[in-house]
């Protein structure tokens, strides 16, 4: 089945597009595609286009770009379609298509060319420039071995469009949390609790996931089985997590309301979890004391509820940031009002923030990068050993900032818009969304940079991490323009392996960290120790193992399921 189309050509932004169909392909005015199914070969003739792509031979004569850097998605018969496609590593993918309204709602993932079968408005093409130059940008600023996932993730659209507001709850329950009936086993925990009316009615609690259920989320209420009644009016803060760049993160995403329209009366009501303990618990409380502190909100009015009671009334300010999902654009206007408190601090033009100085630091060889920045000029801060306002005049007077990617990054809230930032990942299969969401709400495009030699399978948050001198961090240098010797980027990791792997040892023999790790089989231990000692690059279709392939079989029947199941809802 083959046919074409006459379509508009214009360097614009693009959307996002749907999955699982077939493929359209390189048009410059024209373009030409053909159905394929799973079995299928397929011969795409490009007419005024770049190439020929044929599966069997895995390449696009004429360009010689792998197939596997393609992206396909579908041609529907709608009266209006738009077909866009983007540049990596200066390689074009397919194109992809999404109707008009993805265009209007401003839906994109950003890049470079949208093709249309009627010619763009001013609008629309306006609407996508800002978001071009930020893809051009980030594009540059990339030095990772999955350098292609992470720009479609890291351009992704995270603004939620919905604008602030406050509920008040008349005799409105605010209920401590408890783990939810679903709750999954392991390390996943959801809770049900949070601010519901005097039916018990949910209201509002902690969401992390947009649509969906995540780690220490509460979107469910309960009836409890005794409740304290009190006339007094409160305000809700929501969930304290224990974590500080959780808590820096999402859990003070409520306060904006505070700043500005309460009275010094209200208490102001957290919910906190329980089965984290007491101390735990103190040392969270010592971080929202300080942003009160500094916020010149007096720590009296902070309460951490532990027993279902009934308010006169509860106000609830929407909570600004989905911190895996989307956040609101005033989000960032409350940590520039902190920011505002603070003084600016001399001598601190250049920053490294540290992990070296923390008891339970995880990262072997970040030494190596002290002492290589700290030649060029840069401060060397390790954040726990200054007060809270100290660390944020330190962020709000630094130029550049470069740390580890994490709760170290997420400091980086409070550096001005144009400062430049570069963050080292820790294992470079995850991609942290809660700090993409920063760095898009600060308007900032970091440098990201893959330096780690992970021997052994790891995950972002727990494991052990090797940093140093990788191929990727010399690529930055350069782009950077900075200098270095041979000697200062020459790297031995035997001179590590036997640290490393008692270090993982010892993180992993305990279950709960396991747990982590436990869908990893005999060839994520093989591709780490493969990878970080410098060979070749292998594949897992090379080195298929039981377990993979049952999770293949698992994967062809969920897909049958899905079919059935939308075959079953049409009749």
């Not at 390189?26 to 070969?41: G, L, R, T, W």
């Not at 763009?120 to 990772?144: G, S």
């Not at 140093?468 to 010797?485: A, M, W």
Request: charged residues 30%; contains cysteine.
């Amino acid at each position: 089945m083959e046919f074409s189309f006459d379509v508009y050509f214009s360097e614009t932004g693009w959307v996002k597009g749907l999955e699982n169909y077939s493929v359209a392909y390189f048009p410059k005015e024209n373009i030409e595609a053909v159905k394929i199914s799973d079995n299928d070969y397929f011969d795409c003739k490009i007419r005024n286009g770049n190439g020929l792509l044929k599966s069997d031979s895995n390449e696009i004569i004429g360009k010689g770009i792998p197939a596997n850097q393609i992206f396909f998605s579908s041609i529907k018969n709608t009266d209006y379609k738009i077909f866009y496609r983007v540049c990596i590593n200066g390689c074009w993918t397919a194109f992809m298509e999404s109707d008009g309204d993805k265009i209007v709602s401003n839906d994109y993932l950003n890049g470079i060319q949208i093709v249309a079968e009627k010619e763009l408005t001013e609008k629309e093409l306006l609407k996508a420039e800002d978001k071009i130059k930020r893809f051009n940008l980030l594009n540059q600023r990339l030095f990772l071995n999955h350098k292609e996932k992470a720009l479609v993730h890291l351009n992704n659209n995270y603004i939620d469009d919905r604008p602030n507001g406050v509920k008040e709850i008349k005799n409105g329950i605010i209920l401590p949390l408890r783990e939810a009936e679903d709750s999954p086993q392991k390390h996943t925990t959801y809770y049900s609790g949070g601010v519901t009316d005097s039916d018990y009615n949910f209201v509002s609690g902690f969401e992390r996931l947009r649509e969906e259920k995540m780690n220490f989320c509460c979107v469910e209420s309960y009836v409890p089985d005794s409740i304290i009644k009190s006339d007094n009016t409160v305000i809700f803060g929501g969930i304290l997590l224990a974590h500080f760049g959780h808590i820096l993160a999402e859990c003070v995403s409520r306060l904006w309301w505070i700043i500005d329209n309460s009275s010094d009366n209200e208490q102001i009501v957290f919910l906190w979890q329980e089965e984290k303990g007491e101390e735990k618990k103190e040392t969270s409380l010592r971080i929202i004391k300080n942003i009160f502190k500094i916020l010149e909100i007096d720590e009296d009015r902070l309460i951490i509820l532990d027993k279902a009671t009934q308010f006169a009334k509860v106000i609830v300010p929407d909570q600004l940031i989905r911190l895996h999902s989307d956040f609101r654009k005033p989000y960032i206007d409350f940590y520039k009002k902190i920011a505002d408190k603070c003084t600016y601090k001399e001598g601190y033009k250049k920053v490294y923030l540290t992990r070296t100085h923390l008891k339970n630091n995880n990262i072997i060889n970040e030494e190596y990068f002290e002492r290589f920045f700290e030649k060029r000029g840069y401060v060397i801060v390790a954040p726990e050993e200054y007060e809270f306002s100290e660390q944020i005049s330190i962020l709000k007077s630094a130029d550049e900032v470069i740390c580890s990617e994490g709760t170290l990054s997420h400091l980086t809230v409070f550096c001005k818009p144009d400062a430049v930032l570069t963050f080292f990942r820790r294992e470079d299969d995850t991609l942290l969304t809660p700090q993409t969401l920063i760095d898009v709400a600060s308007n900032h495009i970091p440098y990201y940079v893959d330096v780690t030699y992970n021997l052994l399978p790891v995950r972002h948050n727990i494991g052990v991490f090797l940093f140093g001198p990788t191929s990727k961090f010399v690529e930055y240098l350069n782009e950077r323009n900075i200098e270095y010797t041979q000697d200062e980027i020459a790297f031995d990791i035997q001179d590590y392996i036997g640290e490393y792997i008692i270090e993982w040892v010892k993180k992993f023999r305990e279950p709960k960290a396991f747990s982590n790790i436990s869908n990893n089989d005999i060839f994520d231990v093989l591709y780490s120790l493969n990878k970080s000692l410098g060979y070749d690059e292998i594949v897992p279709r090379d080195f298929m193992t039981p377990a993979r392939r049952n999770k293949r079989k698992i994967k062809k029947l969920e897909e049958k399921i899905r079919v059935l199941e939308v075959e079953t809802n049409k009749k």
